[in-house]
């Protein structure tokens, strides 16, 4: 009989296991509820392990917000092939899959959480932000935005996060509905400032041209037809 013998981990190894059991942990609760303790005993160590490979809890706090920014920064790539309006609902699928698994943590991440403030914490949700907005862009295929249009689309970003944090207090409008009408808030957010602008405007027909009339954006005007009519 062979008994079973426990591997060490590297310096490295080991930080990434307590990374993931605190993302873990955070993803069910506040991580402001969540002790090194708990941590320690998830991950099969001692606290003062764990205290060997992070300063304090603010300093694994900050490492586990930047794995989850990474991963929620990632949410918004996609292939710029087809319709946007489908693209757009892909994108807010899989950030729906993100706010929907990872709720305490995703509210932690946007709203700074035990590091509230920090400049580290300030960086982290500055990149997820950021990397959305290029995303964004690459998709309208504009490198330079012109002003109209990046206020759009970074009051849909903000408008995107705010609208996720209200869903998670009670989740009482369907996902996929939620993620639907996000698309059809930054179509209209597009439409209004390119009433005011002309090179929005062709921005907003050529982008019309390729959509499908079964398409979330061909949707949004068929409900607005009928609310006005």
Do not use: C
């Not at 509210?107 to 982290?124: D, Q, V």
């Not at 309208?140 to 002003?147: N, R």
């Amino acid at each position: 009989m062979t008994t079973g013998v426990r591997r060490r981990m590297g310096v490295e190894e080991r930080r990434q296991q307590l990374i993931g059991v605190a993302l873990e942990l955070f993803s069910r609760r506040s991580p402001d509820d969540v002790s090194i303790d708990e941590i320690a005993s998830a991950a099969g160590i001692s606290r003062p392990l764990v205290y060997h490979y992070f300063p304090g809890k603010l300093s694994l706090y900050e490492a586990a917000l930047q794995r989850a920014s990474d991963d929620l920064a990632g949410r918004f790539t996609e292939p710029r092939e087809g319709p946007l309006g489908a693209r757009l609902l892909r994108v807010m699928g899989r950030f729906f899959d993100f706010v929907d698994e990872h709720g305490p943590g995703f509210s932690a991440l946007i709203r700074g959480g035990p590091a509230a403030g920090s400049s580290t914490t300030n960086a982290l949700i500055d990149s997820v932000r950021q990397a959305a907005y290029d995303q964004m862009l690459a998709h309208l295929g504009v490198e330079d935005a012109p002003a109209r249009l990046e206020l759009v689309v970074r009051s849909w970003i903000s408008l995107t996060e705010s609208t996720a944090l209200i869903w998670l207090d009670g989740r009482r409008i369907p996902r996929e509905e939620l993620e639907r009408q996000l698309v059809h808030d930054f179509a209209a957010l597009l439409a209004v400032a390119a009433a005011h602008d002309e090179e929005l405007g062709a921005l907003v027909r050529r982008t019309l041209r390729d959509e499908p009339g079964d398409g979330p954006f061909a949707d949004l005007v068929t409900r607005l037809v009928a609310l006005a009519s």
